[in-house]
């Protein structure tokens, strides 16, 4: 059942009175909790923990490519290594980061209600994350895994790597995925409080929901494709291996009728956290509120019907390559709807360039060249020339990590006061963007150029022409690295030794920041009444943004001057 918020009420800092960080201590009560704030600041610790393991991979990687010629990686550790990093990052960190961290910790509070519908199912698909992740760790001590993220086969079939460890690791953390999207789906179904419709929620519920619609229909297609493979290595049945009358293609039809919906996975909680920001930072109600919501729902849906667009070179059909570029472009659409409603959003706003919203910015600048150069790729007669180039490595970088790493972080430096009552450094945190979207910048653009010269991915070594492009994107990689890890840094001093602030820093109207901060381990302690969580029309916001624009812009002598009203004798 909603709690009614009372907006004339205001909530403060709560650091030294009961929250759900005091609520109760020791171990035990984090590890058996049913809060969803504390599973998603333990989900946040495990995604970043896979997100630096990751990273990590990568970074050897692009050292190893920082001259054409060999430096300290075999060519067989050099496939184990590029193969981890993308297990690793997309199952482990990029899937579950904002629907499991941000997701958990706000989506029932922008409900006003305790928590989510199942607490328990809750708590199990944090244990699955960390059962499967642990698994994908496992191959480090099986012999590696050299088959790629994508575990094609015959790879898979024939390699003595750890496929077994990872693809059970991989199928683990999809039972994760889907109870995440279950309980999200139960929850906004269910719960949202009287007075909620749906063209009142929140647009980051939305994307949650249009995630979690994906969650549950596509990833049992990964999962049923992984067991079979496991089946076909362990009793040489034959499905994929075509030594035993399967067929290869069939498991690349599976694999991408669930990655290409993935890819949304990924990237609409992203979307849905930009439109948060956009919205808050730019002090204005958000444009075109009902065509970003349906947009999430028809990205979900059109992302379905896709898939072969990942197969033009496997032998399709002339009709049915048509077909599934003509849909490719479709998916467009509603991917530039959000775009085009979130400039009309800033236009005229009064913006304020908090960290936030300089990870917002980027996140437009990065995906906007990610869904572009898709264009090239869902177009056969270009596609043919790009396929299994590092064009595509740039691609799918742009869209996956300048988009949902940014909105993760830009979510992450939103939301960082309401986790935890306390405000970070600024200025270190726009250096931290700053140095994340130059070194993202600098690491893939010449990707793009390489790819379209072509320099195929995958490859240990290569001719020397391509030399300085993989030097500018080593050296990239590095800062962007490190962008990362300053972000991360400034974020982790703040919880513990930032300065206090208040409850609602931002100016925010959601019901999240009707409580106070840190949040009771309740959520809600007051009643307060339902708004428009995107009205800014309030008296007390506009007397506030009266106040900040006096302060700020108006000279002293072009503020006005009070009348004096006339004296009558």
Same mark, same amino acid.
């Given at each position: 059942m909603g709690i009614a918020v009372d907006r004339?009420?205001?909530?403060?800092?709560?650091?030294?009175?009961?929250?759900? /960080?005091?609520?109760?201590?020791?171990?035990?009560?984090?590890?058996?909790?049913?809060? %969803?704030?504390?599973?998603?600041?333990?989900?946040?610790?495990?995604?970043?923990?896979?997100?630096?393991?990751?990273?990590?991979?990568?970074?050897?990687?692009?050292?190893?490519?920082?001259?054409?010629?060999?430096?300290?990686?075999?060519?067989?550790?050099?496939?184990?290594?590029?193969?981890?990093?993308?297990?690793?990052?997309?199952?482990?960190?990029?899937?579950? +980061?904002?629907?499991?961290?941000?997701?958990?910790?706000v989506l029932p509070m922008m409900l006003g209600v305790k928590d989510v519908a199942f607490p328990r199912l809750n708590l199990c698909s944090f244990y699955l994350w960390v059962i499967g992740t642990l698994f994908l760790m496992l191959t480090l001590m099986m012999g590696g895994l050299d088959t790629g993220w994508t575990f094609y086969t015959p790879y898979s079939l024939k390699t003595n790597t750890g496929v077994i460890f990872a693809t059970f690791g991989a199928f683990v953390l999809g039972f994760s995925s889907i109870f995440t999207g279950l309980n999200f789906l139960v929850t906004i179904n269910t719960m949202r409080p009287p007075g909620m419709t749906w063209f009142k929620m929140p647009l980051f519920l939305w994307s949650l929901y249009a995630t979690s619609i994906i969650q549950i229909l596509a990833t049992p297609v990964l999962g049923i494709t992984l067991l079979l493979l496991l089946a076909e290595r362990i009793m040489q049945i034959g499905i994929f291996n075509p030594a035993y009358g399967g067929d290869p293609v069939l498991f690349q039809h599976f694999f991408w009728f669930y990655s290409h919906p993935a890819v949304y996975i990924m990237i609409l909680p992203?979307?849905?956290?930009? +439109?948060?920001?956009?919205?808050?930072? +730019?002090?204005?109600?958000?444009?075109?509120?009902?065509?970003?919501?349906?947009?999430?729902?028809?990205?979900?849906?059109?992302?379905?019907?896709?898939?072969?667009? %990942?197969?033009?070179?496997?032998g399709q059909s002339a009709l049915v390559t048509i077909i599934f570029s003509a849909i490719t472009f479709t998916v467009a659409v509603p991917s530039a709807v959000k775009v085009f409603n979130w400039l009309a959003t800033m236009y005229?706003?009064?913006?304020?360039?908090?960290?936030?919203?300089?990870?917002?910015?980027?996140?437009?600048?990065?995906?906007?060249?990610?869904?572009?150069?898709?264009?090239?790729?869902?177009?056969?007669?270009?596609?043919?020339?790009?396929?299994?180039?590092?064009?595509?490595?740039?691609?799918?970088?742009?869209?996956?990590?300048?988009?949902?790493?940014?909105?993760?972080?830009?979510?992450?430096? %939103?939301?960082?006061?309401?986790?935890?009552?306390?405000?970070?450094?600024?200025?270190?945190?726009?250096?931290?963007?700053?140095?994340?979207?130059?070194?993202?910048?600098?690491?893939?653009?010449?990707?793009?150029?390489?790819?379209?010269?072509?320099?195929?991915?995958?490859?240990?070594?290569?001719?020397?022409?391509?030399?300085?492009?993989?030097?500018? +994107?080593?050296?990239?990689?590095?800062? /962007?690295?490190i962008g990362i890890l300053i972000s991360f840094v400034c974020l982790a001093y703040a919880a513990f030794k930032g300065p206090r602030c208040a409850g609602n820093p931002w100016g925010a109207s959601s019901l999240e920041w009707q409580s106070s901060s840190p949040p009771d381990f309740h959520n809600f302690v007051h009643n307060v009444a339902l708004c428009d969580p995107y009205d800014f029309s309030t008296q007390e916001l506009d007397e506030e943004l009266d106040t900040f624009v006096h302060r700020e812009f108006m000279e002293p002598e072009e503020k006005p001057v009070p009348e004096v009203e006339p004296q009558h004798t």
């Amino acid at each position: 059942m909603g709690i009614a918020v009372d907006r004339t009420k205001t909530f403060g800092n709560a650091i030294d009175g009961d929250n759900y /960080l005091n609520a109760s201590s020791g171990i035990k009560s984090w590890m058996f909790t049913l809060d %969803h704030k504390r599973i998603g600041v333990m989900y946040l610790i495990g995604v970043t923990f896979a997100l630096f393991l990751a990273g990590i991979f990568a970074l050897v990687l692009r050292s190893e490519l920082f001259t054409a010629n060999k430096m300290f990686l075999t060519e067989a550790q050099y496939n184990q290594m590029f193969t981890l990093h993308g297990a690793v990052m997309v199952f482990a960190f990029i899937i579950p +980061s904002i629907p499991a961290a941000l997701g958990n910790f706000v989506l029932p509070m922008m409900l006003g209600v305790k928590d989510v519908a199942f607490p328990r199912l809750n708590l199990c698909s944090f244990y699955l994350w960390v059962i499967g992740t642990l698994f994908l760790m496992l191959t480090l001590m099986m012999g590696g895994l050299d088959t790629g993220w994508t575990f094609y086969t015959p790879y898979s079939l024939k390699t003595n790597t750890g496929v077994i460890f990872a693809t059970f690791g991989a199928f683990v953390l999809g039972f994760s995925s889907i109870f995440t999207g279950l309980n999200f789906l139960v929850t906004i179904n269910t719960m949202r409080p009287p007075g909620m419709t749906w063209f009142k929620m929140p647009l980051f519920l939305w994307s949650l929901y249009a995630t979690s619609i994906i969650q549950i229909l596509a990833t049992p297609v990964l999962g049923i494709t992984l067991l079979l493979l496991l089946a076909e290595r362990i009793m040489q049945i034959g499905i994929f291996n075509p030594a035993y009358g399967g067929d290869p293609v069939l498991f690349q039809h599976f694999f991408w009728f669930y990655s290409h919906p993935a890819v949304y996975i990924m990237i609409l909680p992203g979307m849905g956290v930009i +439109s948060e920001l956009i919205s808050v930072h +730019s002090r204005k109600k958000i444009f075109g509120y009902s065509f970003i919501a349906f947009s999430s729902v028809a990205i979900a849906l059109l992302g379905f019907l896709v898939w072969g667009h %990942h197969m033009f070179t496997s032998g399709q059909s002339a009709l049915v390559t048509i077909i599934f570029s003509a849909i490719t472009f479709t998916v467009a659409v509603p991917s530039a709807v959000k775009v085009f409603n979130w400039l009309a959003t800033m236009y005229k706003g009064c913006i304020s360039l908090t960290t936030p919203m300089c990870y917002a910015l980027s996140f437009i600048f990065l995906f906007g060249i990610g869904g572009l150069t898709g264009l090239f790729l869902g177009t056969l007669s270009t596609d043919i020339h790009l396929h299994d180039t590092y064009f595509v490595v740039a691609h799918f970088h742009f869209v996956m990590v300048g988009g949902t790493l940014t909105a993760l972080l830009g979510g992450l430096f %939103h939301w960082w006061p309401k986790m935890f009552g306390r405000m970070y450094n600024e200025f270190v945190g726009r250096i931290g963007c700053f140095l994340v979207f130059a070194g993202f910048n600098l690491t893939f653009f010449p990707q793009f150029v390489m790819g379209s010269r072509g320099m195929p991915r995958r490859y240990a070594r290569y001719d020397p022409e391509f030399e300085i492009f993989h030097q500018w +994107s080593t050296f990239g990689a590095f800062v /962007l690295g490190i962008g990362i890890l300053i972000s991360f840094v400034c974020l982790a001093y703040a919880a513990f030794k930032g300065p206090r602030c208040a409850g609602n820093p931002w100016g925010a109207s959601s019901l999240e920041w009707q409580s106070s901060s840190p949040p009771d381990f309740h959520n809600f302690v007051h009643n307060v009444a339902l708004c428009d969580p995107y009205d800014f029309s309030t008296q007390e916001l506009d007397e506030e943004l009266d106040t900040f624009v006096h302060r700020e812009f108006m000279e002293p002598e072009e503020k006005p001057v009070p009348e004096v009203e006339p004296q009558h004798t």
